[in-house]
């Protein structure tokens, strides 16, 4: 901002911003240890001038001047701000959400920082319930489990600590609906597989959902357990990339998700040995045929090294694999019609893997 500035005032032309975009980076390599991905030879920025060869350039200069503007507000003040708060300063100028959404992103790239270092966030999407205890910044507490249908995921940067110690799962859920009804029915205080917590974005995770989850995870008291991290997904290419982006991060953001990223997430369900017992039936409700987008997606996927045969995840290849070659998708309610519904089904496999854990 400086150095603009003193361009003005001394009449320099061309002014140029130099900038990284995520879309032309290069192709980060999936490390199996860590679950990061790690990024080889960034590319250089490129710099975006006013006056601009193109109209649409000047406009691209001006939107970043206000953006970078707003920014330098916020943290002068020392004020979080949100991409929604920013977008509502000037309409007319941003056109769309979208464009202040990758503008922001892109700038924390350039920086080589978080998107949170420069006191912008995205407005929390994601909910959780379960037997916690979150210590804010503030001096209040927040108990997990008093909102019976479950609280907006909390801004990590509020939080001073986070309680877990009479946990010893954390259910990721795909889906709002499967979470209410998990939340209903208190599944986090179930005495059969202990307490737990449940967490969903609905869909796709953002940065808000996953750096708690990260939090969670991370939260045991030195010399104890972590606890378990399960994810409960659709059997279907998108359930899948919803296990990727949680467990290995996501393309768009891979210059943060080593501060992001939950490597100890395991797949619970729904897999394909969980529809066997309806493969005669061709009416069944929650059971599929895929799509020719949902083929393409998943072949795109298995060219990706995580799913590669000596990869490490060759038990989600496998099940890919049989998506495709049984040409079906299931839904996570398939569940909720078999003797004990959903809850029941949850039981078994949390307490298979819980025991499975005790005796390695």
């Not at 007319?92 to 922001?104: A, M, T």
């Not at 929390?124 to 909102?147: M, P, Q, W």
């Not at 943060?256 to 039936?281: C, H, K």
Request: proline letters at 5%; one cysteine or more.
């Amino acid at each position: 901002m400086e150095s603009l500035a003193d361009g003005i005032l001394e009449d320099r032309e061309p002014l140029a911003i130099p900038l990284r975009t995520r879309a032309s980076r290069p192709k980060p390599i999936i490390t199996s240890h860590s679950g990061a991905g790690v990024a080889n030879n960034p590319h250089q920025p490129k710099d975006v001038c006013f006056p601009g060869s193109t109209p649409q350039e000047a406009w691209r200069f001006t939107v970043l001047v206000r953006i970078l503007e707003l920014i330098h507000e916020a943290l002068v003040n020392n004020k979080i701000t949100t991409k929604r708060d920013i977008y509502y300063k000037d309409p007319s100028l941003f056109c769309k959400q979208e464009v202040v959404d990758r503008y922001i992103d892109d700038l924390a790239y350039t920086f080589e920082v978080p998107r949170s270092a420069l006191n912008v966030v995205a407005a929390a999407k994601g909910l959780v319930i379960g037997r916690f205890i979150i210590s804010r910044s503030d001096g209040t507490a927040v108990n997990g489990h008093s909102e019976h249908e479950g609280m907006i995921v909390p801004n990590i940067q509020d939080i001073d600590n986070i309680d877990v110690s009479w946990i010893s799962w954390i259910l990721v859920v795909e889906k709002e609906a499967t979470f209410r009804s998990l939340a209903a029915g208190r599944f986090y205080l179930n005495p059969r597989v202990g307490d737990g917590i449940i967490i969903t974005a609905k869909g796709y995770p953002d940065i808000s959902t996953r750096e708690f989850l990260q939090c969670l995870s991370l939260s045991h008291e030195i010399g104890s357990q972590s606890p378990h991290v399960f994810a409960l997904v659709d059997f279907d290419p998108d359930g899948v990339g919803i296990l990727y982006n949680y467990k290995y991060g996501s393309f768009k953001l891979a210059h943060q998700d080593a501060e992001l990223n939950v490597p100890a997430t395991r797949w619970l369900g729904i897999q394909s040995r969980d529809l066997q017992a309806y493969a005669r039936s061709d009416t069944c409700d929650g059971i599929l045929r895929l799509t020719a987008r949902d083929r393409r997606k998943a072949t795109l996927m298995l060219d990706k090294k995580t799913f590669a045969e000596d990869g490490p995840e060759i038990d989600w290849r496998r099940e890919l694999q049989a998506m495709l070659m049984l040409n079906v998708k299931a839904e996570i309610q398939l569940m909720s019609g078999r003797a004990g519904g959903l809850e029941g089904w949850l039981e078994e496999r949390v307490g298979e893997c819980l025991e499975a854990e005790k005796g390695e």
